[in-house]
Structures are given as structure tokens and as C-alpha cells.
């Protein structure tokens, strides 16, 4: 099988992405599924929300299928968050960010943000992290540190996982040609995410206080007339 990368779009084929288009050319889907896994498992190192909208592309040309793309890419993060949230449960707090301050790429403000955001959020961090650029890569770490359930980060990492890579692979998809404006329109992702918290969050709150604060009232008033 070979994919319309490449050859058609100018794309570099040497260095680190030649090597994932090599990767993907050989396993097809599954090659998709490493690479994402590889990419949780290295925080972020591969080019992948460069390559995944590629796939997109090359999807319309039938070199794959857009959906065994989507699903692979998914699996292939769960995995990679899953080994992630093994490392976090193993090493802890202190050992594990004195592990990441070390790696190439990683700041120690960076380690220090993905960490605020868990204990913020819990386990919405786990669930819009894997859509947010900046803690996305590290973002399970803290959850194994913090023996989160592992079902429920399972199924929180698969959830925020499709989303991010349907958004990829389905962008790159519709525009076809101007695959390589999906990085510039996804960019805005994150705030628009931080926006709908910013404003949801309280609104989720503030309705479920008041309905505590009812069903507290009504159980007064069952009492009293009891």
C-alpha cells in the first residue's frame, strides 16, 4: 500500500517524518496506532498532529480508510497513555517529574502546568488534556501518580483521544488539498475549550447546588408535615 503523501503533497520524506510516512506505508491503520502510541509514550516528540491530518488526505485518495484511521490512532493512545499512567504510578510525584525535567523538549513549568491542571480538574483534565497542546503530552502522568481509577482513566483517555484525532484525520479529510491548514484552525481549539469551561463549569455547579439546595427544602418540608 502506498499513501498519497509525499510524492503529491512536497512533504519532506527524510528526518523523523519520512520515517512515520515509511511506518504507516508498511502496517497501513496499525501504523497509525504505533505511531500515536509512540507519541504518548516519547511526550510528544513525533510530528503526529502534522501527520495524522496527512493520513486525512490521504484518506480521500483510498490509499485508507478514514475510520480504521480514527480507530487505530485512538487505540494507539490509550496505549501510550495507559504505559504513561503505569510510569506515574510507579515512580511518583518527585521521581517522575526529576525523570521528565531531563527529556529533550520538556520545561519544568511544563510539568508543573500539566500537573496544576489534573489536581484542578481531575478528571476532566484527563478528558480535554488529551485536546489541549501544552499538557496533552504529560497529562497522564499525574493521573498515575494520583492512582486515578484506571477504568475510568481508560475510558476518559479513549473519549478525549477520539475526539482530538477525529478532529485531525476528519479535517484533513474534508479539506482535502488544504490538509495543512488544519494545524492553523486547530490551534484555536484550546481556547475555545478553555472557554466553554470557563463558562460551563460554573453554570454546572451553580445547577447542581441548586438542586441539592431543593431536594434539601423538600425533605425539610417532607419531615415537617410528617
Given amino acids: 500500500m502506498t499513501l498519497y503523501l509525499a510524492q503529491t503533497t512536497g512533504e519532506p520524506t527524510g528526518g523523523v517524518g519520512g520515517w512515520a510516512f515509511d511506518v504507516i506505508d508498511a502496517l497501513g491503520g496499525l501504523g497509525v496506532g504505533v505511531l500515536t502510541a509512540l507519541d504518548s509514550m516519547l511526550f510528544g516528540a513525533l510530528p503526529v498532529d ?12 483510498g490509499a485508507i480508510n478514514i475510520v480504521v484511521a480514527i480507530v487505530c490512532a485512538t487505540a494507539g493512545a490509550v496505549v501510550g497513555g495507559v504505559l504513561q499512567y503505569a510510569l506515574g504510578a510507579k515512580l511518583g ?38 485536546v489541549l497542546p501544552v499538557v496533552r503530552p504529560l497529562i497522564s502522568i ?29 479535517s484533513g479529510y474534508l479539506l482535502g488539498e488544504n490538509w495543512h491548514r488544519v494545524v ?38 417532607t419531615n415537617t408535615s410528617g
Fill in 142 to 170: 499525574p493521573a498515575g501518580v494520583e492512582r486515578m481509577a484506571l477504568p475510568k482513566f481508560v475510558v476518559l483517555t479513549a473519549i478525549g483521544s477520539l475526539m482530538w484525532n477525529a478532529m485531525l484525520l476528519g
Fill in 93 to 130: 510525584r518527585d521521581r517522575a517529574r526529576t525523570l521528565l525535567v531531563k527529556v529533550p523538549g520538556i520545561k519544568p513549568e511544563t510539568v508543573d502546568r500539566a500537573e496544576a491542571w489534573f489536581a484542578r480538574h481531575g478528571a476532566k483534565a484527563v478528558l480535554f488534556g488529551r
Fill in 184 to 221: 492553523d484552525i486547530l490551534g484555536y481549539v484550546p481556547y475555545v475549550l478553555i472557554g466553554a469551561l470557563a463558562v460551563g463549569v460554573p453554570l454546572f455547579l451553580r445547577r447542581r447546588n441548586r438542586r441539592r439546595k431543593n431536594a434539601a427544602t423538600a425533605n425539610i418540608e
Fill in 50 to 61: 502534522m501527520l495524522l491530518p496527512l493520513v486525512g488526505y490521504s484518506a480521500t485518495r
